[in-house]
């Protein structure tokens, strides 16, 4: 293969967009595709059985894909959907990019997979006109049938004349006016597999000859070994080796021993025998309140990265002027699945079974840290136990390498659930402070927003002098303010971090729903009317690229919000204690609109009892699998918000387990109920936009019950 090498800049530009790609499977009823198949194209074959296999190239985490990325070759295709099976695609340049993450599989792919089923559809015709003697367009297609009068062909008949002849450059999709299984309801294509414990994860994978591996790691950001004894790790009986891996910049930026052993178990204990002396480092002493001094200090010296009008003159003139603090904390990603990676290191080559939502990261960075070709490299996409972001980086991929040409076989390196809490790459930390004006009729004239955090892109890029972008999607809002200004401010921390599961709108959605619930409470105005207010008429482009098919359509957002106050029952009669509270915002391109009832009891424990979620994500593939999305998002935005926290000590990580990092649990769970708005804009992302609005909601509810306002998150006990 011919595979371009990528850079890290590449990979923190997370949500670029795509050329082509689906992700691995197995067939729905557990049996792989046949092996007699003709390729039509780079993502479709078809078998002699009559089998449709299509290669996805994005990694399922749970989202979906596997199943509603077929959808659109399928469709296109007119195939019959019983006969549609998946193949996880492998880390291959014809697939273009590979990585998953920023909502952007169906936004990504909605063209390149309606092209190929397209395609595939066009060379079946031509052959099956060609074996019939007929013209091509007096031939119809349904459910893998082609038929011409009383003369029917199946999609195997003639798989192997169409393999042979050109693909066409140029072919004619269809109207969403003729979809059949586009916004339908689909049974996912690996439910069976999962359920029956047939799929494999990461975990799951075994490799002949393979051994395993713990890896013993600083305990604070940045330290080394000073030194080590192995002499009672190697006395466990079990223990086959112990390596000393080495950090590789911020791919893997920590260094260790790591136990091998002929089981986990054993390499687990072999790592707790272990006696080492760590070279704490430069951020030995920091803690979560220095970095709460620093943010604090930032904010009144953070440079303006966005302005529109002047604030100043506008904050001056106000009839009113409210001003307010925000704050949230580091988070963990806290996967069900913990980390881990196996890798076989050859001579001349390396294969890599792992987790990982970019296989293309993952290549680039072995081939580097292995000094091969990233041609050299073979990456084995499994099912990912949850990843949220945190599988994008391809540190434990990094361990497993290092171990495996250390002892000369595969290596399976499993971390633990407390390896996994405290060698994280966390959603920062971020404080933010608003100023804002009302001027007599209530409408909010100026909006002052600063920012002070330890940047993700600092992180990875720390000698760039460029704006930092993801702290400017605080000014991707749907919203307009006459006299807008964004400050930020960098603030230093050695903690590693890394894409959480809608990144920065997990916290500018907090922050800016909270602020304009302050607003209209101080304006007497009811919030959803302040919010419609904001909106203009028309669209508007944020951001290059997306100009020509992802304008931010305004009215979009004003129907979404005005969909769920009518779906929620917004201002009408609430059981005793229960109170509502309201949040939107625009993100990856969707528009999503939430309202929350919540109560909080004596004791000042916070009960969820229902979100009303409204989204727009464009044409609604497979709605069941948006509604799944967006549940999963709101949940994990509750989590942030009612206990979610990482903190640190003398540079070291304080939770350890869901015992102190308590993950939302079912009895927890509120009513959820999510509405899809009809939409004909092209499909954009449901995996992160339903959680910005979530804590904001959850806030402004928890105000209207108590009148006491909560700016710091988690709110725990109020």
Same mark, same amino acid.
């Given at each position: 293969?011919?595979?371009?090498k990528l850079?890290r800049?590449?990979?923190?530009k997370?949500?670029s967009?795509?050329?082509?790609g689906?992700?691995?499977?197995?067939?729905?009823?557990?049996?792989?595709p046949?092996?007699?198949?003709?390729?039509?194209?780079?993502?479709?074959?078809?078998?002699?059985?009559?089998?449709?296999?299509?290669?996805?190239?994005?990694?399922?985490?749970?989202?979906?894909?596997?199943t509603?990325l077929?959808i659109?070759?399928?469709?296109?295709?007119?195939?019959?959907?019983?006969?549609?099976?998946?193949?996880?695609?492998?880390?291959d340049?014809?697939?273009?990019?590979?990585g998953t993450?920023?909502?952007?599989?169906?936004?990504?792919?909605?063209?390149p997979?309606?092209?190929?089923?397209?395609?595939?559809?066009?060379?079946l015709?031509?052959?099956?006109?060609?074996?019939?003697?007929?013209?091509?367009a007096?031939?119809t297609?349904?459910?893998?049938?082609?038929?011409h009068?009383?003369?029917?062909?199946?999609?195997a008949?003639?798989?192997?004349?169409?393999?042979?002849l050109?693909?066409?450059?140029?072919?004619?999709l269809?109207?969403?006016?003729?979809?059949?299984?586009?916004g339908?309801?689909?049974?996912?294509?690996?439910d069976?597999?999962v359920?029956?414990?047939?799929?494999q994860?990461?975990?799951?994978?075994?490799?002949?000859?393979?051994?395993y591996?713990?890896?013993?790691?600083?305990?604070?950001?940045?330290?080394?070994?000073?030194?080590?004894?192995?002499?009672?790790?190697?006395?466990?009986?079990?223990?086959?080796?112990?390596?000393?891996?080495?950090?590789?910049?911020?791919?893997?930026p920590?260094?260790?021993?790591?136990?091998?052993?002929?089981?986990t178990w054993?390499?687990?204990?072999g790592r707790?025998a272990?006696?080492?002396?760590?070279?704490?480092g430069?951020?030995?002493?920091?803690t979560?309140?220095?970095?709460?001094?620093?943010?604090?200090?930032?904010?009144?010296?953070?440079?303006t990265?966005?302005n529109? /009008? %002047? !604030?100043d &003159?506008?904050?001056g003139?106000? #009839?009113?002027?409210?001003?307010?603090? +925000?704050?949230? @904390?580091?988070?963990a990603?806290?996967?069900?699945?913990?980390?881990?990676?196996?890798?076989?290191?050859?001579?001349?080559?390396?294969?890599?079974?792992?987790?990982t939502?970019?296989?293309?990261?993952?290549a680039?960075?072995?081939?580097?840290l292995?000094?091969?070709?990233?041609?050299q490299i073979k990456?084995?996409?499994?099912?990912?136990?949850g990843?949220f972001?945190?599988?994008a980086?391809?540190d434990?991929?990094?361990?497993?390498?290092?171990?495996?040409?250390?002892?000369?076989?595969?290596?399976?390196?499993?971390?633990?659930?407390?390896d996994?809490?405290?060698?994280?790459?966390y959603?920062?930390?971020?404080m933010?402070?608003?100023?804002?004006g009302?001027d007599a009729? /209530? %409408? !909010?004239? &100026?909006?002052?927003?600063r920012? #002070?955090?330890?940047a993700?892109?600092? +992180?990875?890029? @720390?000698a760039?002098?460029?704006?930092?972008?993801?702290e400017?999607?605080?000014?991707?809002?749907a919203?307009?303010?006459?006299?807008?200004?964004?400050?930020f401010?960098?603030?230093?921390?050695?903690?590693?971090?890394?894409?959480?599961r809608?990144v920065?709108?997990?916290?500018?959605g907090?922050?800016?729903?909270?602020m304009?619930?302050?607003?209209a409470h101080a304006?007497?105005?009811?919030?959803?009317d302040?919010h419609l207010?904001?909106?203009p008429?028309?669209?508007?482009?944020?951001?290059?690229g997306?100009?020509?098919?992802?304008p931010?359509?305004?009215?979009?957002m004003?129907?979404v919000?005005?969909?769920?106050?009518?779906k929620?029952?917004?201002?009408?009669?609430l059981?005793?204690h229960? &109170?509502?509270?309201?949040?939107?915002?625009?993100?990856?391109?969707?528009?999503?609109?939430?309202?929350?009832?919540?109560?909080?009891?004596?004791?000042g424990?916070?009960?969820?009892?229902r979100?009303?979620?409204?989204?727009?994500c464009?044409i609604?593939?497979?709605p069941?699998g948006?509604r799944a999305?967006i549940?999963?998002?709101?949940?994990?935005g509750l989590?942030?918000?009612?206990?979610?926290e990482?903190?640190?000590?003398?540079?070291?990580?304080?939770?350890?387990?869901f015992?102190?990092?308590?993950?939302?649990?079912?009895s927890?769970?509120?009513?959820?109920e999510?509405?899809?708005?009809?939409?004909?804009?092209?499909?954009t992302g449901?995996?992160?936009?339903?959680?910005?609005?979530?804590?904001?909601?959850?806030?402004?509810a928890?105000f209207?019950?108590?009148?006491?306002r909560?700016?710091?998150?988690?709110?725990?006990d109020?």
């Open positions: 293969m011919n595979i371009v850079s800049r590449d990979f923190v997370i949500s967009v795509a050329t082509a689906l992700v691995l499977g197995y067939s729905a009823n557990g049996q792989r046949t092996a007699n198949a003709f390729d039509l194209g780079t993502f479709v074959q078809i078998g002699t059985d009559g089998i449709v296999t299509v290669w996805v190239t994005k990694s399922e985490m749970g989202q979906g894909v596997r509603s077929p659109l070759v399928a469709e296109e295709l007119d195939a019959d959907l019983k006969s549609v099976r998946i193949r996880q695609a492998h880390f340049r014809k697939f273009g990019r590979q993450g920023g909502s952007s599989s169906m936004r990504t792919m909605w063209k997979l309606r092209t190929a089923g397209a395609t595939a559809r066009a060379m015709v031509t052959a099956a006109a060609t074996k019939l003697g007929v013209d091509a007096q031939l297609v349904a459910n893998g049938v082609i038929t009068g009383k003369d029917k062909l199946a999609f008949d003639v798989a192997e004349a169409a393999s042979k050109e693909v066409p450059k140029d072919v004619k269809k109207d969403p006016a003729a979809f059949k299984l586009i339908k309801k689909a049974i996912r294509f690996d069976r597999n359920v029956t414990g047939k799929a994860y990461g975990i799951d994978v075994r490799v002949p000859g393979m051994l591996a713990a890896v013993a790691r600083s305990p604070v950001f940045g330290g080394k070994v000073a030194s080590f004894d192995a002499t009672k790790a190697k006395a466990t009986r079990g223990v086959k080796d112990v390596v000393k891996i080495d950090a590789v910049e911020t791919d893997l920590w260094n260790g021993v790591a136990v091998v052993a002929d089981s054993v390499a687990l204990q707790n272990l006696a080492i002396t760590w070279d704490e430069a951020h030995a002493n920091e979560t309140a220095q970095l709460h001094k620093r943010m604090e200090g930032g904010l009144a010296s953070a440079k990265i966005h529109a /009008g %002047d !604030v &003159a506008a904050l003139s106000a #009839a009113k002027k409210i001003e307010a603090t +925000y704050e949230v @904390p580091y988070l990603h806290a996967a069900m699945e913990p980390m881990n990676a196996t890798v076989h290191v050859k001579a001349d080559s390396a294969e890599i079974w792992a987790p939502q970019f296989p293309d990261w993952a680039s960075a072995t081939a580097s292995l000094k091969l070709k990233p041609e990456v084995n996409v499994t099912l990912l136990g990843a972001g945190r599988r980086n391809p434990p991929i990094l361990e497993a390498a290092q171990i495996s040409k250390a002892v000369g076989a595969p290596v399976h390196v499993q971390w633990t659930r407390e996994d809490m405290q060698h994280d790459f959603r920062p930390a971020s933010h402070r608003i100023s804002a009302l009729n /209530g %409408d !909010v004239i &100026a909006w002052h927003h920012i #002070a955090a330890p993700i892109s600092a +992180y990875y890029e @720390p760039s002098k460029t704006p930092h972008d993801s400017i999607e605080a000014a991707e809002v919203h307009a303010f006459p006299n807008f200004r964004i400050d401010a960098l603030a230093d921390s050695g903690v590693p971090r890394g894409w959480w809608s920065e709108h997990s916290i500018n907090f922050v800016f729903n909270s304009l619930d302050e607003l304006a007497g105005r009811d919030v959803i302040l207010s904001l909106l008429k028309g669209r508007r482009v944020e951001k290059e997306n100009a020509k098919d992802y931010l359509e305004i009215d979009r004003r129907k919000i005005e969909f769920v106050r009518e929620s029952g917004w201002g009408s009669p059981p005793q229960v &109170a509502r509270g309201f949040g939107a915002h625009y993100s990856f391109l969707s528009h999503a609109a939430q309202v929350a009832e919540v109560s909080v009891g004596k004791d424990t916070v009960h969820v009892h979100i009303v979620c409204a989204i727009d464009g609604p593939v497979n069941d948006i999305q549940e999963g998002g709101i949940l994990y989590t942030a918000a009612l206990g979610g990482i903190t640190i000590d003398k540079g070291r990580v304080q939770q350890s387990n015992h102190d990092y308590p993950l939302i649990r079912i927890e769970v509120p009513k959820i999510v509405h899809i708005v009809p939409s004909t804009a092209l499909p449901s995996g992160e936009p339903g959680l910005p609005p979530t804590a904001g909601a959850v806030a402004n928890i209207a019950a108590t009148g006491k909560l700016r710091r998150l988690p709110f725990g109020t």
